[in-house]
């Protein structure tokens, strides 16, 4: 019996050794802005300091003079994902779009504490800091909450509102990869923090971009390396407070408004842009089959298209 105990006892440290090592393995540590900038940065990309400890990046292309169209990503995401758009519109709008707090180039100090309107403030103080009173706003997914919900707060500086595969209204949780799981309790996200998420990120990536030709090593890498960066991870799996889309809220905007929605989405329900474009007076919806939770950047051409087409239909009061 004595002999079986040890037995054990060996095993099971042996086991909780390998563990310890596997674990230590799986960490990663943070990688500098330094590196991320050179490697990620644009030739234009800008930065403004806010208060609070933010250091926003942000790229301003596109006629000084011309309407100005703010684009805000979605979770994890980065002013890259607007890439396609920002080629085809500069030409005739003047662009703007911006990292959020803990995600992209944007910096925070170490006491930064997301609140629950503090992707809505960034945006404001942004804007604000470039002398901006009045602009088209749109935003995909969590991007498209905080642009709708910045709407609905600040009427007067929006003058008309794109939302793409936007998220906001309640749900028992997102499907379509494994990684929204671990996000969902505690103990997942502290594993998230730890760990490498490369797997469960591409996972990720390809439930949102639904054709894997897209989901290239080269997309992967920037995902990762940028939730690599100080203070990003805190945010990241941080559980903000989100701001729950309802009816009555948003029958308060009351400019024009263009919702384009995935129908092949796998993170947010397409019957969502349904109940953006019922409670929203007048908006516009367009539904592309086929496509997943990034329009933008699955089909830029098109989508990009569709946006001039109804820009022009749609011109600022």
Known sequence: MKMLLRG?????????????????????????????????????????????????????????DAPVIVLVHGFAASTHAWNGWVKALSGE?????????????????ETYVVQPDSFETVVDQLTRGLGLTRFTLGGNSMGGEVAWAYAVDHPGRVSRLILVDAAGWPTKG???ATIFK?????VGRRVLREIEIRP?????????????????????????????????????????????????????????TLIMFGQDDRLIPPADGEKFHKAIPGATLIL??????????????????????????????
């Not at 709008?93 to 100090?109: A, E, K, M, S």
């Not at 894997?212 to 990241?236: E, F, N, Q, S, W």
Request: glycine share 10%; aromatic share 8%.
């Open 288 to 317: 592309y089959p086929g496509v997943g939770h990034v329009p933008m950047e699955q089909i830029p051409d098109r989508s990009a298209a569709d946006l001039k087409a109804w820009l022009a239909a749609h011109p600022e009061k």
């Open 200 to 256: 469960l990120m591409t996972q990720a990536l390809k439930a949102a971009y639904v054709d894997p030709k897209l989901v290239t090593p080269a997309l992967i890498d920037r995902y990762v390396d940028l939730a690599r960066a100080p203070g990003h991870r805190t945010v990241l799996l941080g559980q903000r407070p989100r701001r729950a889309a309802t009816a009555r809220d948003l029958s308060t905007i009351h400019v024009p």
């Open 182 to 186: 671990f996000l969902g309790n505690p």
């Open 174 to 176: 997102r499907g379509g």
């Open 93 to 109: 709008y003047r662009v703007i779009v911006l990292d959020l707090p803990g995600h992209g180039l944007t910096r925070t100090g």
């Open 8 to 64: 054990l006892a060996t095993a099971l440290l042996l086991i909780i050794g390998l563990a310890t090592a596997g674990w230590l393995l799986l960490q990663r540590p943070d990688i500098p802005y330094a590196t991320l900038e050179a490697k990620y940065g644009y030739a234009d990309s800008r930065y403004m300091d806010l208060p609070g400890g933010v250091r926003a990046h942000y790229r301003d292309v596109g006629p000084r």
